[in-house]
């Protein structure tokens, strides 16, 4: 079974430009999260989409945003790019049946200049 | 307000040390979840153990052991015997049943040296 695919791995923009991640969770899984890991905030939770629709969400501006589309892929948008989005962006699956075991993709750097 | 606390850094052990990562946690919740996560360095998250609230008993894995202990609100990891493999960042994290918002405590990064 293929585990979660991240696009792209690497990607460098600047400040006041979007950008747009990608994430192909395990085939069956329907819930997809997304983190943000930088060194001085840590693990910090997105947002959470099941079923087309955002389930949960963190504490993050409005800049952040995404959706999933009916075959469970999602994607994440930032706009007008700061410093401080750059950061290792985590996609994580899950069946959404108990227990909650995530599943994490190998991320996405993004690096803000 | 849920919260994980992993007050160790950095630790460095020499190969073949047993070792211990703390985890505190806090929660309104009487049910939740509670995990560890391996971060090597290529990155990605691996999952190592999940428990729920109601069950306390302490649970092995090879080399790997939980301890988990309500009364004090902890969720501790052991590695026994351990390898230069396991050199990596350790995250504990909670996650309230119901919800998919997975609070992480900051890691542990762990040395082990040959």
């Known amino acids: 079974k293929a585990g979660v695919t991240q696009t792209p791995r690497y990607l460098i923009k600047t400040r006041g430009q979007q950008v747009t991640l990608s994430c192909s969770p395990i085939?069956?899984?329907?819930?997809v999260s997304w983190y943000q890991q930088t060194p001085g905030q840590g693990l910090q939770f997105l947002f959470e989409y099941f079923s087309e629709t955002q389930r949960n969400k963190g504490n993050f501006p409005g800049r952040f945003s995404g959706r999933q589309f009916s075959n469970s892929r999602s994607e994440m948008n930032v706009s007008t790019l700061e410093l401080g989005d750059s950061a290792l962006y985590l996609c994580?699956?899950?069946?959404?049946?108990?227990?909650?075991?995530?599943?994490f993709g190998p991320g996405t750097r993004l690096t803000v200049t | 307000a849920q919260k994980v606390t992993q007050a160790q850094t950095e630790i460095s052990v020499v190969e073949k040390e047993d070792v211990t990562l703390d985890c505190v946690y806090e929660t309104r919740d009487t049910t939740y979840y509670l995990f560890w996560y391996k971060q090597p360095p290529s990155g990605e998250l691996v999952f190592l153990i999940r428990r729920n609230s109601f069950d306390e008993q302490n649970e092995i894995s090879g080399r790997y052991s939980w301890n988990f202990q309500k009364s004090t609100s902890s969720f501790n990891f052991t590695i026994t015997a351990s390898q230069v493999v396991d050199s990596a960042v350790y995250f504990c994290?909670?996650?309230?049943?119901?919800?998919?918002?997975?609070?992480f405590g900051a890691g542990t990064r762990l040395f082990v040296k040959a």
């Open positions: 994290a909670l996650s309230e049943t119901g919800g998919f918002k997975t609070i």
């Open positions: 994580a699956s899950t069946n959404r049946g108990l227990p909650y075991e995530q599943y």
């Open positions: 085939s069956g899984h329907r819930s």
